[in-house]
């Protein structure tokens, strides 16, 4: 059963993996390093899995689940910001926390342009790390959320016929019904009942609501 429209767009309460604690996946050549992470995690509740590669990564077919990843900076082979972009180009983008023994300034912040939740040197406190994934976890959590509600609405968007669109577009960027009617060559009460039909279709409650709507699928600028 679909989320009623209130409950649609308050991500906070979406029930979406509100029962899932998440897992951990770390990337590091060191061993001790990975062994030291594998029980700093594991104290917390968290499920962890041990990775000495990008490639070991990947080769192991990852679950798409509410997740983080824990990524050495300095690699054999490609490096873990590279790897950073590899993934967001696949389109496996889970929240970043990079580690390393040998950052700098201008790497920390190429690493957070390129949206790593946090950037810590080695040797760091327990307590740095655990609220990195904590906060990368949530934001992994948000993530989804936010791609669950979308799916909903485009379900809902794709029942509208072209013109309840059209309209439902005029309307959102202020334009009246009077001048919808004008513009589109149709009689205001036409323009009403189209407008009715996206709100009904949509489950907006209300203009602001569709508005909001419309802008999370990104339909607010256009203008046919």
């Given at each position: 059963?679909?989320?009623?429209?209130?409950?649609?767009?308050?991500?906070?309460?979406?029930?979406?993996?509100?029962?899932?604690?998440?897992?951990?996946?770390?990337?590091?050549?060191?061993?001790?390093?990975?062994?030291?992470?594998?029980?700093?995690?594991?104290?917390?509740?968290?499920?962890?899995?041990?990775?000495?590669?990008?490639?070991?990564?990947?080769?192991?077919?990852?679950?798409?689940?509410?997740?983080?990843?824990?990524?050495?900076?300095?690699?054999?082979?490609?490096?873990?910001?590279?790897?950073?972009?590899?993934?967001?180009?696949?389109?496996?983008?889970?929240?970043?926390?990079?580690?390393?023994?040998?950052?700098?300034?201008?790497?920390?912040?190429?690493?957070?342009?390129?949206?790593?939740?946090?950037?810590?040197?080695?040797?760091?406190?327990?307590?740095?790390?655990?609220?990195?994934?904590?906060?990368?976890?949530?934001?992994?959590?948000?993530?989804?959320?936010?791609?669950?509600?979308?799916?909903?609405?485009?379900?809902?968007?794709?029942?509208?016929?072209?013109?309840?669109?059209?309209?439902?577009?005029?309307?959102?960027?202020?334009?009246?019904?009077?001048q919808i009617a004008a513009e589109l060559n149709l009689s205001e009460m036409t323009v009403?009942?189209?407008?009715?039909?996206?709100?009904?279709?949509?489950?907006?409650?209300?203009?602001?609501?569709?508005?909001?709507?419309?802008?999370?699928?990104?339909?607010?600028?256009?203008?046919?």
């Amino acid at each position: 059963m679909s989320a009623g429209p209130r409950d649609l767009l308050n991500l906070e309460e979406l029930p979406i993996l509100a029962d899932v604690s998440g897992v951990v996946f770390v990337i590091d050549d060191d061993q001790s390093m990975r062994a030291a992470l594998e029980d700093l995690v594991s104290s917390v509740g968290l499920q962890v899995q041990l990775f000495a590669s990008p490639a070991e990564f990947l080769n192991s077919n990852p679950p798409d689940v509410l997740s983080c990843l824990v990524l050495d900076v300095r690699l054999p082979g490609i490096s873990g910001l590279a790897f950073q972009n590899e993934l967001a180009k696949a389109g496996i983008a889970p929240p970043v926390i990079f580690i390393t023994g040998h950052g700098d300034i201008p790497m920390s912040v190429r690493a957070m342009k390129a949206g790593a939740v946090e950037f810590l040197t080695k040797p760091f406190h327990d307590q740095e790390m655990l609220d990195a994934i904590h906060a990368a976890i949530e934001r992994d959590r948000q993530s989804r959320r936010q791609a669950l509600l979308v799916a909903e609405l485009r379900e809902r968007y794709i029942t509208l016929t072209e013109r309840e669109r059209q309209i439902m577009t005029l309307v959102v960027v202020g334009r009246p019904n009077k001048q919808i009617a004008a513009e589109l060559n149709l009689s205001e009460m036409t323009v009403k009942v189209h407008r009715g039909q996206a709100m009904r279709k949509m489950q907006a409650e209300s203009l602001p609501e569709l508005v909001r709507m419309a802008d999370r699928l990104g339909v607010t600028n256009a203008t046919s």
